[in-house]
């Protein structure tokens, strides 16, 4: 099975407590085979009875991970409430593919810009783990097509107030602050720059909350899975 890889920035006690879930998982499919081994006769089988054996055993495993009943991998956990997210959010139909230019940028608010529209502070503060998953490829494909166009008219909408109104002061002057130093050149721009009106700052506010990403849905089913 092709897979698609994804790193994604959740809360620790999240990645905590799914790892303690996905463990549990894992012994449980641990005592599963033990006693499907067992009610085999395995260990007094040889030869071509052995392999028959082994192989009716693996071909039951992998019809109780399909059913749902076993789950020992992040990967398959997560999946599972992957696809569960999309269904609730009426995001599991079809959907083209997402536009060549814009087909890796999967990570962060899609078409927003890398700096003009940062998340708020307090909750990029508690995203400080990482957790690295792999979806099957056709449930990741969906992700992200999925994310991409529900996003779509709230990104144009983001990138023509953008437009209209340019770069606040408060930016600027973070943007400084991120590459080390806060220049003169920087101070004046920061003084010239436009100030978006209450109303417009509102509109902005708005727009982002519609913008959803893969981020968004993998934390949202990390906290559907162990709550």
């Excluded at 609730?88 to 529209?117: C, L």
């Excluded at 969906?142 to 002061?169: C, F, H, I, M, N």
Aim: aromatic share 6%; glycine share 8%; hydrophobic share 45%.
């Amino acid at each position: 099975m092709s897979l698609m890889p994804f790193v994604v920035a959740v809360e620790p006690d999240d990645l905590k407590a799914l790892n303690a879930l996905v463990k549990s998982g894992r012994d449980a499919e641990v005592l599963w085979l033990k006693q499907a081994r067992e009610d085999e006769g395995i260990k007094f089988l040889r030869g071509k009875a052995l392999s028959e054996a082994r192989g009716r055993v693996r071909v039951k495993f992998a019809a109780m991970r399909e059913k749902g009943k076993l789950a020992g991998t992040r990967d398959l956990v997560v999946a599972r409430a992957v696809r569960a997210e999309l269904k609730t959010r009426m995001m599991a139909g079809p959907y083209k593919p997402v536009p060549r230019e814009d087909a890796r940028m999967p990570g962060r608010r899609v078409g927003t810009g890398p700096s003009h529209y940062d998340q708020v502070a307090d909750e990029e503060s508690k995203l400080k783990a990482r957790m690295a998953v792999r979806l099957p490829a056709d449930l990741g494909e969906q992700l992200v097509r999925a994310t991409y166009w529900t996003s779509a008219p709230a990104v144009k909408a983001l990138w023509e107030w953008q437009t209209r109104w340019g770069d606040g002061p408060e930016v600027i002057m973070r943007e400084a602050q991120r590459r080390g130093a806060v220049t003169v050149l920087d101070v004046f721009l920061a003084g010239m720059a436009s100030r978006p009106d209450a109303d417009s700052l509102l509109e902005k506010a708005k727009l982002q909350a519609q913008v959803i990403t893969t981020g968004d849905i993998f934390r949202a089913a990390v906290k559907r899975t162990i709550h």
